[in-house]
């Protein structure tokens, strides 16, 4: 089976190329397509204060994509984990997820601020964050993956 997505917009601003840490401080803007959704698509969501995005890491070298286990970021004194068990950018179908602020919302450009995307990311949907869709119960995490986040936003 096979799937057609079709960006309903694309980044514009932030960085130019993909940095892996100090993200939390990076603007841009989503720019929406108007042939792919209404003008007002995105009425509404800047009631809220951040926004789920999904995006595509669409810049990837195809023949650099991991399907099995990797050290995260190279780095050996991480364990080998499976990219499913990551969140690096290199999947078997390049997806990005994100949470980040919005910071406004004017018809289809939406600003926000801490995207870990590039200028000219394609973007396949967005949401608004709820805490009803929180993970319910304890939250737990190996220490590698913890330690990989302490520069990241």
């Given at each position: 089976?096979?799937?057609?997505?079709?960006?309903?917009?694309?980044?514009?601003?932030?960085?130019?190329?993909?940095?892996?840490?100090?993200?939390?401080?990076?603007?841009?803007?989503?720019?929406?397509?108007?042939?792919?959704?209404?003008?007002?698509?995105?009425?509404?969501?800047?009631?809220?204060?951040?926004?789920?995005?999904?995006?595509?890491?669409d810049r990837l070298d195809p023949t650099k994509l991991e399907r099995g286990a990797r050290?995260?970021?190279?780095?050996?004194?991480?364990?080998?984990?499976?990219?499913?068990?990551?969140?690096?950018?290199?999947?078997?179908?390049?997806?990005?997820?994100?949470?980040?602020?919005?910071?406004?919302?004017?018809?289809?450009?939406?600003?926000?601020?801490?995207?870990?995307?590039?200028?000219?990311?394609?973007?396949?949907?967005?949401?608004?964050?709820?805490?009803?869709?929180?993970?319910?119960?304890?939250?737990r995490e190996p220490d590698w993956a913890r330690q990989i986040m302490q520069g990241y936003w």
């Amino acid at each position: 089976m096979s799937l057609t997505l079709h960006p309903i917009g694309h980044v514009r601003g932030g960085r130019a190329e993909p940095v892996d840490d100090a993200w939390d401080a990076v603007e841009a803007e989503i720019v929406l397509d108007p042939a792919q959704v209404a003008p007002d698509a995105a009425l509404g969501l800047d009631a809220f204060s951040h926004a789920v995005v999904v995006f595509v890491f669409d810049r990837l070298d195809p023949t650099k994509l991991e399907r099995g286990a990797r050290h995260p970021r190279g780095r050996t004194d991480w364990p080998r984990v499976g990219i499913l068990a990551q969140r690096g950018s290199p999947r078997p179908n390049r997806i990005g997820v994100t949470t980040c602020s919005v910071l406004g919302v004017h018809g289809l450009r939406i600003r926000v601020r801490g995207l870990d995307a590039i200028d000219g990311t394609p973007v396949l949907d967005i949401k608004p964050h709820m805490t009803g869709f929180d993970p319910r119960g304890e939250v737990r995490e190996p220490d590698w993956a913890r330690q990989i986040m302490q520069g990241y936003w």
